[in-house]
């Protein structure tokens, strides 16, 4: 047994248990997954095992000697290695300058012996079976590739067991063919793998054993053989999922219409390629699909946030929608939740009156001749934030002092009160927590009976079933399939999101 | 017009390179490791000064220079721990101690010379000018560089020694690690607050090697507030040189270039119009070389 | 909540915005003794001579406040750019440019007083927003740095100035004095007492800043430009437009200087004198009581008549004392400087937020 890790407990000042009292163990050559829902407690016992937090009960075992990391550093000495969901690469330098950053091979003792690196790189390439051009630039590397780099780095670190945290998350679905490829050649070679994910078919496609969390508990650890898919997803949400059904309501006239756009991304990568969808009134229209796919830049475009769009058509209750600055698209009837509420839908440092007033400031409830009647606008909002139910204590207070799902609530209150044709919420419960996001469902859908137009993204599934009256499933940029509420299962959007096509009938 | 003349001028522009010179390389290392630091004005003021009050007391050349430039080492450090460490505005920061070095250095010329405005004493040591063995023989060459100081040639002795630091040493390809992603840094173990705080200090020093230029290069004297925004022509010519050690030893020698002009010009051209032409020269260039938007350097 | 109350959190969030600043006063004071006492004088004697010769008597104390003029109005002209993120540092600058032009047309226009005092004042204003958009128009088209274009174009400003005034606009009657010639009687500011400069200028002032702080925080443009310099991606998702929030603000902010020069020029000396702006480095203190304000208009009101009374202090104990008159600059900017550092009380906030180089609004 290399790695066990014994009855982990891990309680923030702030009281929240993030991890109870989690054993587990890791054979040499073994690949292990740790599964569980957001939350659920994978990514706080990966960090302890990296160093980058202090358990608060429990221990660790390497080789049957105790261990305590102090950092990251302290890890990697042992032997540890991980493979981060935000990469840790400096764009402007090289994949060897970035394999060897932090034990670069050197010369005289003071000079970057860069050739020598080269060399090593391409050596260690050769010896994992991870070709990689050593003298590419990182920011001229596709996410594959730039990933590639990251598990070379870990590699040259003489790391023994590698963790992977949520790795296909940013990769493209050929990609990950390619990552599960590689991590089944490294546990040949006697590399123990730890994969933290959500994606059960990757799981049983790759891992020997499987830990289950959820809650911050360890629920159960099985092998892989001796279970299916369906059962792990069980074990990882603990109840059956409980679909309240939502009210049927008969759809209206088409209001968003979006006809073979196309948008050249970076890199000269088509980044959306011939997308179309559109929709209706009364309907709630969401988008599937691995984050990547052209998700934000189809957001983008329609809400006027980007510009180089190379072809097609977008309208808003017939009226063009290309051309036109974010707030004329605004004003045409548009409304956007942002998928993150700390860059865009906020300014952390002003007050909550000046937060809810974005994007409203010219309406004449609000404004007259340029003067803004904060008075009005402090009574309406504390209204709206009390009925959206915002926890806070002034409107004085600064937006950065809310709770993610507070926030989140007040960024919602905001855009739906707009009562606009087309609201587009994207990612609208990331980590926010349950209640919250019941609340926020419920008046998406309260909203979708009021007669909106409401597209819907979010890289969690369970949301778009529950809420979508069709589904459309975005992969490299084009539309890859669209289900009705009826026909929509997880499976089947799965296969869809991956690039496949359904076999028994045609989208 | 005489080619001895125009060799003149080219002295005389390279002579007045070395201070913005400097300035630009103290701006450049402070870019890299990603502080913006707008104190450079005041690192290089305090230089011009203890040079020239060093040399007063002590009369000696050696210590006068050692103290210019640890003096700049010195206010950087305020600058390292405010602006670096306890992460005050950088603006703010920068342009306070600007004003405080201005006046401080005011009130000592005051205080300690008994002088306002100026101060200039035969008993002052004039660096000594080095003039080559065999060079100085040639007939335009020895124009072109003559009445250097040994300041004028270390100054690029260090920008190259900056360029192979930052290039091919392990140390340098850390600090600019740290100026592109920190976070990356910091998951190797690497320290970004001692880079930031290093390299500023480093600035400092540079700085105060540029204003020992200033002060006791071509002349040997103090004015209030002699820099005269050179620390901020350096930071646009670290701006044109993007940051790169050679490429800022061109874009300083265009800056030199138009002080000399400025100078040589005062004959036929009122005086006023040419000593704004140094700036003019500044916004002009930055206007036609610009390049792609830089990134906004933050010490955060 | 009553009013009892409310004046009692009134009084502790003044406390708590006030607690910095005071620390930041006493260390520069205390900077200042150590200079006093380096000169051979006594900190207290030179210190009480001080305050008594800017606020504590009538004649002082109106010096002080028409000092405060030019001061504050340049303050005004730093926060409303600053505060959208635009770094002006040209207000010294555009204060040239604003007040040559207004001289200029007050001088060489012929027309009834009253037209031409509107005219000059519409030119300087003019001028002075025009030179600051050039500074926003070079870095929208060519992303070059506004803090070094505008610092350059102070110099720039002073020299072209200081060639009109010593050529072209010299007053052939003032001997070797390079000036302008003086401006009209009728065009001028009347003052209030006879004796003294202090003229109806600082009246003006207060309705400026007014202005400034119903703009700043009652107005769209206000609220656009807050949230453009609070974070420029949220503003921009509301549909803000950013290029029109940065001319709007650097013009206002150029036009700003420029009045500033011009109540100088048109209430207390009547003529564009070379360098008048430089010596008495009004920009550079508005840039402080802006920055000690936390770039507050209020606030940077009264930090300024502060700050006018310390430099009007220190050069009446020039005089009679051996201490130059850059120990109050000294002063001054030790207490910017601490101002902005916070050292204790959000020292351990401050190490979970991120410091924006724009972002100067904090802690209040």
Known sequence: ?507 | METNFIFAVLNSAIRSTTPIMMAALGSSICNRAGVFNVALEGQMLIGSFTAIAVNWFTHSIFLSVICGILSGGVVASLVALLQVKYKAADMVIGTSINLLVGAFTAIMLYVLFGVKGSFKNPALLTLPKISLPVISSIPYISTLLRNFTILDYLSYVVAVIMFIYLFHTVHGYHLISVGVKSEAAESMGISSLSYRMGAVIVSGLLCGFGGVALSMGQVTLFTENMTAGRGFIGMAACNLGRNNPVMIIVASLFFGFCDAFATVAQNRIPSQITMSVPYIATVVALIVFHGERAKKVKAA | MTMRHKISSLLKRLCQILWQPLIAVILGFLLGSVVIMISGESPSHVYTQMFQKSFFSFYYLLQTLTRAVPITICSMGIIVAWRAGYINLGVEGQMIVGGLVSTVIAIHTSAPAFLVLILAIAGGMAAGALYALFAAFIYQKCNVSIVISTLMMNYIANYIASYFVTFPLKDPKSGIAVQSVEIPVDVRIPRVFEGHTFNWGFFITILIVAAVYFVIGKTIFGYESKMTGLNPVFANYGGVKKNNVMMSAMAFSGALAACAGMLEIFGVKYRYIDAMFISTSYAWTGLMSGLISSLHPVGAFAASIFLSGLQVGGQAIQRTTNIPLQVSTLIQSTITLFVSVKLFTDFKHRKKQKVEAGDIINGN
């Open chain 1, 1 to 507: 047994m290399l790695l066990q890790m014994k009855n982990i407990s891990k309680l923030y000042k702030n009281g929240v248990l993030a991890n109870d009292s989690v054993s587990f163990d890791l054979n040499e050559g073994e690949i292990l997954a740790i599964v569980g829902e957001n939350g659920a407690g994978k990514t706080t016992i990966m960090k302890i095992l990296y160093g980058l937090e202090h358990p608060t009960g429990g221990e660790i075992f390497i080789n049957g000697k105790t261990c305590a990391f102090k950092n990251p550093q302290d890890a990697m000495a042992h032997g540890i290695g991980m493979v981060q969901q935000n990469f840790m690469l400096l764009p402007t330098f090289s994949i060897a300058e970035n394999v060897v950053f932090g034990s670069e091979p050197r010369c005289f003792r003071l000079f970057f012996d860069r050739k020598k690196a080269v060399k090593e790189v391409i050596e260690l390439g050769e010896r994992y079976g991870l070709k990689a051009d050593p003298n590419l630039l990182i920011k001229n590397c596709a996410v594959g590739l730039q990933q590639r780099c990251e598990i070379l780095k870990v590699l040259y670190q003489n790391a023994n067991i590698i963790i992977f945290d949520e790795p296909s998350a940013v990769l493209t679905p050929q990609e990950v063919d390619g990552l599960l490829n590689t991590i089944r050649s490294l546990a040949k070679m006697g590399k123990s793998i730890i994969l933290i994910t959500h994606k059960l078919n990757e799981v049983m496609a790759v891992a020997d054993r499987c830990v289950v969390m959820r809650g911050g508990r360890l629920i159960d650890t099985v092998k892989t053989s001796d279970t299916y898919i369906q059962e792990l997803s069980a074990k990882m949400v603990g109840r059956k999922l409980i679909d309240k059904s939502i009210p049927e309501v008969e759809k209206g006239a088409v209001v968003l219409s979006v006809e073979h756009l196309s948008q050249k991304g970076k890199d000269g990568i088509q980044a959306l390629r011939d997308c179309s969808i559109n929709v209706h009134a009364r309907e709630i229209v969401g988008i599937a699909g691995v984050s990547g796919n052209g998700q934000t830049e189809l957001l983008h475009a329609i809400t006027g946030l980007s510009k180089d769009i190379s072809g097609g058509k977008i309208t808003l209750d017939g009226q063009n929608l290309i051309g036109l600055t974010v707030r004329q698209i605004r004003e045409a009837g548009c409304a956007y939740v942002p998928e993150d509420r700390n860059t865009m839908g906020a300014a952390l440092q002003s007050n909550l009156t000046e937060t809810t007033l974005m994007a409203r400031q010219y309406e004449t409830e609000y404004s007259k001749n340029g003067v803004i009647n904060y008075m009005k606008a402090n009574q309406q909002f504390d209204a709206l934030l009390n009925r959206y139910d915002v926890k806070y204590s002034s409107l004085n207070q600064r937006a950065g002092e809310l709770s993610g799902g507070n926030l989140q609530k007040l960024i919602v209150a905001r855009e739906i009160s707009r009562n606009a044709k087309l609201l587009i919420v994207a990612e609208p419960t990331r980590g926010v927590d349950i209640g919250a996001m019941e609340f926020i469902h419920n008046q998406i859908i309260e909203q979708r009976s009021a007669g909106a137009a409401i597209l819907l993204i979010s890289s969690d599934l369970n949301e778009i079933l529950k809420l979508s009256d069709r589904i459309y499933v975005m992969y490299e940029g084009v539309i890859n399939g669209e289900l009705l509420r009826a026909k929509a299962n997880s499976e089947d959007i799965g296969i869809l999101m991956t690039g496949g096509e359904l076999r028994d009938n045609a989208s």
